[in-house]
């Protein structure tokens, strides 16, 4: 659920009343706080620095204005989308709910609210607020916005698609709504539909490259790669100094199999982006089936079979027997009807080495980047061998197996990974989500509660 700053912003400087007919700038508005301070002169400071993306300011500015008026719902609803900003979610709601109270029919208020519990995962009462606020204001495009992409997190993609065509048929020009909707048609497995809306973000502006990645996107999977591969170029062109170009075309190119320019270019979007692991994952891969297609071509023409394709073959096959271990031990036998447990392994596990668990954790977590779930799991698996305290490798092998919709057991490691941390917030929302899959809508709605409640301390 993201929007530009300037869109959501522009909502909220709409519903402030303070704001004069001629804005004034920073430097006037401070001269002017430094005469005669006053909660609106601060407000209305303090919505200029959120326009400018400085949200640290902005909640500064907004606290000064609470303390000069505590019954101001236009600063605690700044404050509250400062913090929302921020990623303090949870201090935001606590700053909205004040401005709901002080002004129930603040649909601005509702609308920023809504937006910080989709942040946090909580897309069931977001979804309550922005219908509220679409009560209150219906022709509030971003509520449709922020609706509809909730609605896609939830998989209810009719619901996304109505929501987000409404708010099309509001805002025709604008170029997020098309995203938005392309990225529900393709979780449909609609193609064509997501190229259309993609091309479409393009004709609008077309010096974005974020619009060139997404339609290369929609190309590839249509099998039409030159197009694609063009897409991402021009992307380059754009932004050069951004990782993301680098890393789609080199992506492109390693699933095409085209290894010596993936190289090339995911070396270029690490140098970019170096701390950034999916990357890195990628690049290693592609490296090392550049790496063989070379031994491979050597090995052809010299006819003899080079020592390191020996040792890879033997690596694989250790790699290979270790796999069906793990997947063996990760599949548990039908658990008691009093008493459900994950089954140990049928052979005693490795002894417990946390350098190689955390390896295997972030190999796992890596391929759940990649949509490789079943993959992830034998790592995760190896993982919590290695070492069966590791409440992470629990959490995200319970993630692996909500994705791939196994959710009897993906219950089954939240549980353990909670046994471990009882403090997990990550592990609570994640069985929250699954324990709303399976049915449990009560047990659900108690774990969002004690995740909310561990995220304030």
Known sequence: ??????????????????????????EELSAAIKTFPTSSLYSERGLLYLDQGKAQLAEYDFSAAIKLRLDDPVAWTGRGRARTLMGNYSAAIDDLDQAIRIKPDSAGAYLERGYAYGKQGDY?????????????????????????????????????LADLTTGLSLRPDEVNLYLARANVYVAMG??????????????LKPDAPEVYLARGGSYHQLSRHDEGLRDRTE???LAPNRYDGWYARGSAYYLLDRYEEAVKDLEQAASLAPSNQEVLSVLSRAREALAKTESEAKAKE????????????????????????????????????????????ASPPPAKDSKSAEAHNQKGRDLIQEKKYSEAIVELTLAIQQNPDFAQAYNARGFALYLSRDYKKAL??????????????????????AKAAAGDKSGSAADLTEANNLAKH
């Open 1 to 26: 659920m993201t929007l530009s700053l300037l869109f959501l912003a522009s909502v909220l400087s709409a519903q402030t009343a303070q704001t004069p007919a001629t804005p004034r700038t920073i």
């Open 302 to 345: 010299s006819g003899a079979k080079p020592k390191e394709d020996e040792d890879r073959q033997r690596e694989l096959a250790e790699q290979k027997q270790k796999i069906e271990q793990a997947r063996a031990a990760a599949t548990p036998a039908p658990p008691a009807v009093d008493a459900p447990k994950p089954v140990a392994p």
């Open 124 to 160: 069931k009462r977001s979804i309550e607020d922005l219908s509220r606020c679409l009560e209150l204001d219906p022709k509030n495009a971003v509520a449709y916005t922020l609706r509809g992409s909730a609605h896609h997190a939830l998989r209810d993609f009719q619901q996304a």
């Open 235 to 237: 992307a380059i062109r």
């Open 412 to 433: 089954l490691d939240f549980d353990k990974a909670i046994e471990l941390n009882p403090k997990y917030e990550n592990a609570y929302r994640n069985r929250s989500a």
């Open 190 to 203: 609609d193609h064509q539909k997501a190229l259309d809306d993609r091309n479409k973000a393009v004709e």
